[in-house]
């Protein structure tokens, strides 16, 4: 039962490979950067600043508007043709195009303008930042799943020489060179070993979790990675990689400080911006008018109705006798008009009431509680700020670079140590085996010498992906780039 578990285990662990394309480095940084909601939020942002860089550069050019209404008017109201009261009701509609521009304002609209350039140019660095976080944690996962396919490989052969073990172990039980209890240790141990082995497994499983959630894929997509030989992977020599020279070039290569100084060139603008913003504005503007009315109801002629006479205050002399002129009053009804006669006359009107207005003007803060005076202390503050968080990033950078140096050298101290005492335990192992073989070396010594072996191989390969990761970290930080 146990060679099937341990023909099973082996053939379900690496077989599905086979079926499908594998993953290197390369693509799975790639298709992270691409799809990865970090780096869609900040491209989001990114584009977010550049409309407000195009909505400061049309506030360069001049506005213009047009607007029209058609209303009925009822009750006393005034009539927009002749500014009159009225209380006959009228159907009115007025044209208005109208606009401003603004001639001077002591380079408030440039300062603006080149200040939100600046702030967009370093919103899309702050993409290139993302994606180079974004990069880092999937080298880490990516070596991660390597390390523990390596940790699975081991542990398979592992599982291969105690079943080997096993089986002459039976044999000498049977020739009667050793006791029954040889093969119940030795039957313990292949148990520990496959435990070992589905341990290994899972990690593995977990591992390939991880990248995939930093990749942002499907977690029940099928999915492999390439495993490039380790031995090969090139690293850059501790000569080239000294951390004074790493951390220099960083200064000019990293995302964070190249963004740091351009949006500090931006809160300068700004600045100069808020100030101009304390003096007068001059601006000219224009507008283009006309209006139409009518009356909604017509006077009937036939009803005309004479209900007295009214002097007019005017006298005609006959005979050397004045006599008043009289004029009669007149009741008329009025109708409803139809939908023809009330635009009757529209295009004349339109035309005599067409008027035009082009002013100038000065507009001066006085006080606007302390709106303006506040905004420009303000953006001074602001600058201090974005230079603080720039020497800050600086320290910080210069301490991860310094820690990586220091993180490389050690992993590279405990690499070296975990290969020499995989050699040794190799030894080790070799001659108790033999010894074993001639019933010389009890089988716990032998379980002891290959637990042994099998710890120090999978420290070595623990420390060999831990090494190649933090020499890449100060690869990444000299601006050579993320490769396998």
């Known amino acids: 039962m146990r060679k ?5 285990i082996s053939c379900t662990i690496f077989f599905s490979v086979s079926a499908q394309e594998k993953w290197d480095l ?13 780096v869609k939020q900040t491209d989001v942002q990114a584009r977010l ?9 049309l506030n360069l050019y001049p506005t213009v508007g047009f607007s029209t209404n058609l209303a009925p008017l009822f009750g006393r109201s005034i009539d927009p043709t002749t500014n009159l009261f009225t209380t006959t009701q009228l159907l009115s509609q007025n044209y208005a195009l109208q606009g401003g521009v603004t001639l001077y304002n002591w380079g408030k609209l440039k300062h603006s303008v080149e200040s939100q350039k600046l702030n967009t140019q ?45 089986d002459i172990t039976r ?31 899972a990690n593995y499983d977990i591992n390939m979790l991880a990248l995939k959630a930093t990749l942002n894929l499907d977690m029940a997509a099928p999915f492999e990675v390439e495993s490039p030989d380790v031995e090969k992977i090139p690293v850059e020599s501790f000569g080239d990689l000294q951390p004074d020279v790493v951390f220099r070039m960083a200064l000019g290569t990293q995302p964070q400080q190249k963004s740091f100084k351009v949006k500090i060139k931006g809160a300068i603008e ?47 002399n006959v005979g050397g006798v ?33 008027t035009q207005r082009l002013f100038f003007g000065i507009t001066v803060p006085i006080f606007s509680n302390g709106q303006s005076r506040i905004a420009y202390e303000n953006s001074k503050l602001n600058l201090q700020n974005i230079q603080l968080q720039s020497d800050l990033a600086d320290v910080t950078l210069k301490q991860n670079v310094y820690t990586a140096y220091s993180n490389a050298v050690g992993s590279f101290q405990k690499l070296n140590a975990s290969k020499k005492n995989v050699e040794s335990m190799q030894k080790a192992y070799d001659v108790a085996v033999k010894r074993y073989e001639i019933g010389l070396l009890g089988i716990l ?9 099998t710890t120090a191989k999978l420290n070595v390969i623990a420390n060999e992906y831990d090494y190649i990761f933090k020499m890449k970290l100060l690869e990444f930080y000299k601006g050579l780039g993320i490769k396998l």
């Open 270 to 316: 700004n600045i100069k911006a808020s100030k101009a913003a304390l003096f007068p504005t001059i601006g000219a503007g224009y507008s283009l008018s006309s209006n139409f009315a009518n009356y909604l109801k017509g006077i009937d002629p036939s009803s005309a109705t004479t209900v007295g006479n009214v002097p007019t205050g005017n006298f005609v």
């Open 171 to 201: 044999k000498q039980l049977a020739a009667g060179i050793i006791p029954e209890l040889n093969v119940i240790q030795m039957d313990a141990k292949l148990s520990s070993d496959s435990s070992n082995l589905i341990t290994a497994q």
């Open 4 to 8: 099937y578990l341990f023909t099973i």
């Open 49 to 57: 600043s550049a409309l407000q860089l195009k909505q400061q550069q």
């Open 322 to 354: 004045n006599y008043n002129v009289m004029t009669p009053i007149v009741n008329y009804s009025y109708t409803q008009k139809s939908f023809g006669n009330w635009w009757k006359g529209y295009g004349t009107q339109i035309s005599d009431n067409f």
């Open 122 to 166: 370093g919103a899309y660095i702050d993409i290139e930042k993302a994606a180079n976080d974004v990069s880092l944690n999937v080298v880490n996962a990516y070596l991660l799943v390597l390390s523990s396919q390596a940790q699975v490989i081991v542990n398979q052969v592992q599982v291969k020489q105690t079943q080997e073990q096993l």
């Open 26 to 38: 390369r693509r799975c940084v790639d298709y992270a950067i691409k799809n990865n909601i970090s």
């Open 445 to 453: 010594d032998l379980i002891t010498n290959q637990n042994n072996l």
